[in-house]
């Protein structure tokens, strides 16, 4: 599967699609009173195909909903269910129930077999309306969806998924391998001795971010200076966002041109968030090791984890020795059993590279490794 993303043009038809935006937000917010009230009175819950059939038999009745399409509607029902299907599964472990959403803040629809059709170049008909977008690469496959997105600016993007070809098998050319170290202070160190600082770009933005809602808070509520200050704190975040995706994207491309195995340490983020907060959420950790991913898919390079109970920063990388207890203002310590001298982060990185190297074999490398926990 590959998921492609263009821009629609800017044109006052494209009010009817951010209709049937809304129009899908009200129809969600009504499947979810459903689920809450056939709960409430029978003490069970809502089967998806009754729901579905409920939603339409309402539907042909109310002509604000029939601005979606049928099928977005079927989807609709059907992530709540699935949402539905993960809290009963992981409710123990902090997932809750999915809930009611703002309107304005509703962000899409999908369409699937049906309801939309590219008439070529970059001309596509949704509904009984022609709209065009910015064609930045060939839609190559077999479209499977198409899903129309609102971003908070009020701009309209489509998002094509289509059938991709096989992946390719793993190939290697430059034979090397490395292992990584996340870290709050250097993002990545690197087995080899090298060390990536992150820029930080919310902390480097900190003080326009605070500006910008400091003008959105002052402003009366209801009014246009209101939501002109809200566009202008929405494009602050954005600005943020764009060069931090740019910059992950020109480190996956170094990285991935400079070695074939890449080892990470599997990572519990969430925990980490919860000890040092807004930190670890501007470094991004995740979201760099999904465009790394992608792009070793795309080059025939692959992407090793290893176990993230395995005492890395305590073990030796020379001799192997386990230290009992490594407090994590210790930066640098000595091995007892061969006198070495470890950097923490530098001795981490080496023993991920050992860890990530045994469990694979260069010749004959055939699977990608499990995805990260978050």
């Known amino acids: 599967m590959k998921t492609l993303k263009f821009k629609l043009y800017q044109h006052k038809r494209n009010r009817f699609l951010k209709r049937s935006i809304n129009a899908a937000g009200v129809i969600y917010n009504h499947c979810i ?20 059939a409920h939603i339409a038999s309402l539907r042909k009745r109310k002509e604000f909903w029939q601005s979606v399409g049928s099928q977005a509607v079927q989807d609709i029902c059907q992530r709540i269910e699935k949402a539905y299907q993960l809290f009963f599964k992981h409710n123990k472990k902090g997932v809750r129930p999915p809930g009611f959403k703002k309107v304005k803040k509703y962000k899409s629809f999908t369409l699937k077999q049906a309801g939309y059709k590219f008439l070529g170049g970059n001309r596509v008909k949704i509904g009984s309306r022609i709209y065009q977008f910015w064609k930045s690469r060939e839609i190559e496959g077999k479209i499977k969806t198409l899903t129309i997105k609102r971003t908070p600016l009020g701009e309209l993007f489509m998002v094509v998924v289509v059938d991709g070809n096989d992946e390719p098998e793993i190939k290697f050319t430059t034979s090397k391998i490395a292992g990584f170290d996340f870290g709050l202070k250097v993002f990545l160190t690197c087995s080899d001795g090298t060390t990536i600082e992150s820029p930080q770009f919310f ?49 996956a491309h170094e990285l991935t041109d400079k070695f074939d195995v890449l ?27 999904n ?15 290893i176990d993230q109970w395995y005492p890395s920063s305590k ?25 070495s001298v470890n950097g923490r982060d530098e001795n981490a990185a080496r023993n991920i590279q050992m860890v990530g190297a045994s469990t694979i074999r260069l010749g004959d490398v055939s699977r990608a490794a499990p995805a990260v926990a978050v």
């Open 263 to 289: 080892c990470f340490e599997t990572l519990n983020l969430k925990g980490m968030k919860r000890l040092w907060g807004r930190k670890v959420s501007d470094l991004a950790l995740r979201d760099f090791l």
């Open 291 to 305: 465009i790394l991913e992608w792009l070793a898919l795309k080059k025939g390079k692959l992407v090793v984890y």
């Open 203 to 251: 902390k480097q933005s900190l003080n326009a971010i605070k500006r910008a809602n400091r003008h959105h808070s002052k402003k009366l509520k209801g009014s246009s200076n209101r939501e002109r200050a809200r566009k202008g704190l929405v494009r602050a975040h954005e600005d943020i966002a764009n060069r931090r995706t740019d910059w992950f994207w020109k480190l």
């Open 33 to 52: 009173a459903l689920h809450k009230r056939y709960y409430r009175m029978w003490g069970k819950h809502l089967n998806c195909a009754k729901l579905q």
């Open 315 to 339: 073990t030796c990388s020379c001799c192997g020795h386990v230290l009992e207890k490594l407090d994590l203002s210790v930066r640098e310590w000595r091995c007892p059993s061969c006198q």
